[in-house]
């Protein structure tokens, strides 16, 4: 007899691993959670593999489909571990990484400090060469003098070498001269060229995220090298496809050459979680809102789809200062990072006032109550000693957390501030709810979204314990807590497609567009995605390909994307890309410049295969065990910050029934997360098994 086909998936986040297989025909869905392994995170993942199969009884073999989404390459340029890293650029231009865009993030920190290129001054080397910006040759390439540097590089013993010249996205032949020459000279080295990596007019930006690849790009290899080669070990033959901080998923050999497009690997997960249960229950406006145990991400839906940033920030200086960061040119899902996880540490900051984060205890120490070593005060232990976590029962029972350890950790800070333990414990719950939703209310006012008719859907271990309190912050009235919420990334990277994008610079006002030059351009783009897509195994004939295009009135610094059919261009067009350019452009500043010319600038290529479609059988966790819906426990849970606590029921999750309700407070457990009903919300369980929290008073 054939075992049903499964699709595998796992996360890799800073504090836990999560493993989910899935059974697609039936829905049914296994978990694994375990702590993250460092220095080598891949032994977690096949640890968890072999635990995952012996344990539900499955098959290697029948894994037809495996996706993995990692935080090592953030966590990588964060701690500054990557490869000793050297970067080529045009003469004169060694220091434009260091000079940045001139921007102050914070005009009146005194003390304000930038990040540091990842490639240091002494490592970056001025080259003999000069391309203009319209693609002409003023000064050649000097390849002796780059043999020359070569040599240098050799003796410095140069793991990843970043190329980077002037305007090499309108004519890249001085990169690939270099690539060749480089390539011959340091055969052992890791290269990448920014004409490859991020092919987009803006000095700044192009050279930070090459050198971020060629950074990160080592470290990677002999990652997906150890993941690839257990995988085999263990029996499995399927493809493994690396889920993109896009919200795609693609080949191993794609994701090695262009590491920098996994930053947000992760957490594009949650993001896509968000977005599968919203449109199971018919909310195509949902706030993602994924807290782990390292931090919190949140991300936007408008009408069911994700909006997608092509210019964001990594390794901040400041963790919610926009600016504070080193740029990146890479598609990722648009995520805010608006909080703390529950691994963060509580502390007193300089004017004596409590915060949490940005460090964490991570899974090694992790927080006191782990009883593996740490002693400082974390996010999960306030949640223990406010009783929201059952210390028999932290990821399904597999870590014992103690709670003594956990009011030990308190003690200092309590003192400090003279407040009771449990007093301090409320104060930085409430801290860190307060921190995310005032986040999560900025993002949404930039967008000119009004975020109290959104739904929230909550993933992340720590995610539901503090959806309630989030959300009323934010006056949302719905919280969705899907099944098994606590592996949701790992669950969203199974409703990823597999998907690649490329980009190209073409400047030109649109009356003056070389439509046959153009048109070239963006057939080259096609042809480099449609091969990595087939790579991955989708079918040519399934194959799904879009174009934005990037315009902006003559004169302007920052353009608006606006979607164009993917279709050979011709005079008829010209019109219609203004009239494109002109809805998006009313939508976002209320009127138009009335006869200034309009510019395309960068022209952006999206290859994808279909959506995986599982939402015939909505995935769900075991049967009810029991048809009894009386709480399996009552336990002393604290909601206000002086009344004593209050007795609480307790309710198993895998045990309710579809269309149980009930009025809060109450907690729900189940193995990979906890949640938090506060009082004045009451939940259900709705559609696919998913819990819907709602406010009184909400209609």
């Given amino acids: 007899m054939t075992s049903p086909p499964i699709l595998f998936a796992v996360d890799i986040g800073g504090t836990f691993t999560d493993l989910v297989a899935l059974e697609p025909d039936s829905g049914a869905i296994h978990v694994e959670k375990l702590l993250t392994t460092y220095p080598d995170p891949s032994r977690a993942v096949l640890e968890g ?47 434009a990484v260091e000079i940045g865009n001139e921007g102050r993030y914070d005009m009146y920190d005194l003390a304000l400090k930038k990040p540091p290129p990842l490639a240091e001054r002494r490592l970056r080397y001025d080259v003999p060469e000069r391309m203009l910006a319209d693609g002409r040759v003023w000064r050649p390439l000097d390849e002796m003098r780059l043999r020359k540097i070569c040599a240098a590089l050799r003796a410095e013993d140069i793991e990843a070498v970043a190329i980077c010249f002037l305007h090499a996205y309108t004519n890249p032949a001085h990169e690939l001269a270099a690539l060749a020459i480089v390539r011959e000279e340091l055969p052992a080295v890791s290269i990448s060229a920014s004409h490859q990596v991020a092919p987009g007019m803006r000095e700044y930006p192009r050279a930070s995220t090459t050198i971020a690849n060629a950074y990160v790009q080592p470290i990677t290899e002999r990652y997906l090298k150890r993941v690839a080669s257990g995988l085999k070990d263990s029996d499995i033959d399927a493809p493994l496809n690396i889920m993109l901080s896009s919200g795609g998923t693609t080949t191993v050999a794609a994701a090695r050459a262009f590491p920098v497009r996994l930053v947000e690997s992760g957490p594009a997960g949650g993001a896509l979680a968000g977005l599968y249960w919203g449109r199971l229950l018919g909310q195509k406006d949902v706030l993602a809102f994924d807290m782990g145990g390292t931090t919190a991400k949140a991300a936007l839906t408008r009408d069911g789809e994700l909006a997608i940033s092509h210019q964001s920030e990594v390794a901040h200086v400041h963790r919610f200062k926009r600016g504070s960061g080193l740029p990146l040119m890479a598609p990722m899902i648009e995520m805010i990072e608006i909080g703390a996880g529950g691994g963060s540490i509580a502390r007193l900051n300089a004017l004596g006032l409590p915060a949490v984060g940005p460090q964490s205890a991570g899974s090694a120490p992790g927080p006191a109550a782990y009883g593996n070593g740490g002693s400082e005060p974390t996010v999960t232990d306030a949640d223990l000693l406010l009783g929201y976590l059952n210390p028999d029962y932290f990821a399904g029972g597999s870590i014992k957390l103690d709670a003594e350890a956990a009011r030990a950790s308190f003690t200092e800070l309590s003192a400090a501030l003279e407040l009771s333990l449990e007093r ?22 930039e ?13 992340g271990g720590a995610g539901p314990v503090h959806a309630c309190g989030v959300a009323g912050g934010l006056g949302i009235s719905r919280v969705i807590v899907p099944p098994l919420a606590g592996v949701g990334s790992a669950f969203g990277f199974l409703t990823a497609p597999i998907a690649f994008d490329f980009t190209r610079s073409y400047v030109a006002k649109l009356s003056e567009i070389d439509l046959c030059e153009l048109n070239g351009i963006l057939q080259s783009l096609e042809r480099e995605g449609r091969r990595i897509v087939e790579a991955a195994g989708v079918p040519a004939s399934e194959i799904i390909v879009r174009l934005n295009i990037d315009m902006r009135y003559v004169g302007q610094g920052y353009e608006v994307r606006a979607p164009f059919p993917m279709e050979p261009l011709n005079e008829k067009h010209v019109g219609k890309m203004q009239r494109a350019f002109e809805s998006v452009y009313r939508a976002f500043y209320g009127q138009l410049a009335e006869g200034v010319p309009i510019e395309a600038v ?30 399996v426990a009552w336990r002393p849970v604290r909601f206000t910050p002086d009344q004593a606590p209050q007795k609480t029921p307790v309710y198993r999750r895998e045990e309710l029934m579809q269309a149980w309700s009930a009025e809060g407070p109450l907690i729900i457990e189940e193995a990979a997360s906890t949640t938090v009903v506060l009082p004045g919300w009451s939940a259900q369980v709705a559609e696919g098994g998913c819990l819907l929290l709602t406010r009184d008073g909400s209609s």
């Fill in 49 to 95: 593999l072999q635990n995952l199969l012996k344990s539900n009884n499955l098959s290697p073999k029948s894994i037809r489909y495996v996706a993995h989404g990692t935080t090592l390459i953030t966590n990588t340029i964060i701690e500054r571990a990557g490869a000793k890293t050297a970067l080529l650029t045009t003469a004169g231009f060694r220091d």
């Fill in 424 to 445: 301090m414990a409320w104060g930085v719950h409430q801290l860190v709810n307060e921190n995310m939703a005032a986040a999560a209310r900025v993002h949404a006012a």
């Fill in 447 to 459: 967008r000119g979204l009004e975020i109290r008719r959104y739904c929230m859907v909550a993933t």
């Fill in 602 to 631: 960068n022209w952006r290529v999206l290859i994808s295969g279909p959506t995986p479609d599982i939402e015939s059988a909505p995935p769900r966790a075991s049967q009810p065990q029991r048809l009894d819906d009386a709480p």
